[in-house]
């Protein structure tokens, strides 16, 4: 009946409510190259107010703020990573002409290790962030946090592409539709599933086809 139906639709977005409260005080953590603030900022709303989104440069390794790291729920970066090394690094916003390094580092294994709880659910959209071939909990951030607290890291093997600016697309899209998914209460591996699967549906109606970014965006990103 038409009354059922308008009592399931509310029990529904009651429902729908109550999770977003729930997502909104949970615990998060962002972090993103300055010269890539734009894309990030849209994606982090999906977690908390993007206004605490923290920006390589001004933040790097020297000033870390580690107890924003600390137990938190969820982790989202966008850094750059180097193939081999184990340290995270930002990016100078083009505007700034400041004496800082155009590329300093960001984050530094050795700070992590002094975090008794990393943070539970990550993604990380660096390059080369879920590389862990040959390598350890003492040289992989990505190896080092899932033998804390992390129960989840999603990330690449290998290079990982973006944009600077909006619309989102390749890395930027798919950890925009994966935080959105897991926000509606479905499991982390089913919000990267989603994720996966709207991203290659939504590129390809819009453009036709996948093309190389897209294509490698998809096979890169693990789910560990």
């Given at each position: 009946s038409l009354n059922a139906e308008k009592n399931r639709n509310a029990v529904k977005t009651q429902f729908l409510s109550r999770i977003a409260k729930t997502v909104k005080s949970a615990k998060s953590f962002g972090y993103s190259c300055a010269a890539w603030q734009r894309p990030s900022v849209a994606i982090y709303k999906n977690l908390t107010d993007a206004a605490n989104l923290l920006l390589s440069p001004a933040t790097m390794a020297s000033n870390f703020p580690i107890g924003r790291l600390e137990d938190a729920d969820y982790a989202y970066f966008n850094l750059h990573g180097i193939k081999g090394q184990p340290n995270w690094?930002?990016?100078?916003?083009?505007?700034?002409?400041?004496?800082?390094?155009?590329?300093?580092?960001?984050?530094?294994?050795?700070?992590?290790?002094?975090?008794?709880?990393?943070?539970?659910?990550?993604?990380?959209?660096?390059?080369?962030?879920?590389?862990?071939?040959?390598?350890?909990?003492?040289?992989?951030?990505?190896?080092?946090?899932?033998?804390?607290?992390?129960?989840?890291?999603?990330?690449?093997?290998?290079?990982?592409?973006?944009?600077?600016?909006?619309?989102?697309?390749?890395?930027?899209?798919?950890?925009?539709?994966?935080?959105?998914?897991?926000?509606?209460?479905?499991?982390?591996?089913e919000a990267f599933r989603r994720a996966r699967k709207n991203m290659a549906t939504e590129i390809e109606s819009t453009s036709g086809g996948l093309d190389g970014e897209i294509q490698k965006t998809l096979l890169s990103f693990v789910f560990y």
């Open positions: 690094y930002g990016q100078k916003d083009s505007k700034d002409t400041s004496s800082i390094p155009m590329i300093p580092v960001a984050l530094e294994i050795n700070t992590v290790q002094n975090i008794t709880k990393t943070p539970k659910i990550v993604f990380a959209e660096n390059c080369y962030g879920s590389e862990v071939v040959n390598r350890n909990e003492s040289n992989a951030l990505s190896l080092h946090m899932l033998g804390k607290q992390t129960h989840v890291f999603i990330g690449s093997t290998v290079i990982a592409y973006g944009a600077i600016n909006l619309p989102l697309t390749a890395a930027d899209l798919l950890a925009n539709l994966f935080w959105k998914h897991l926000m509606t209460n479905v499991s982390c591996g």
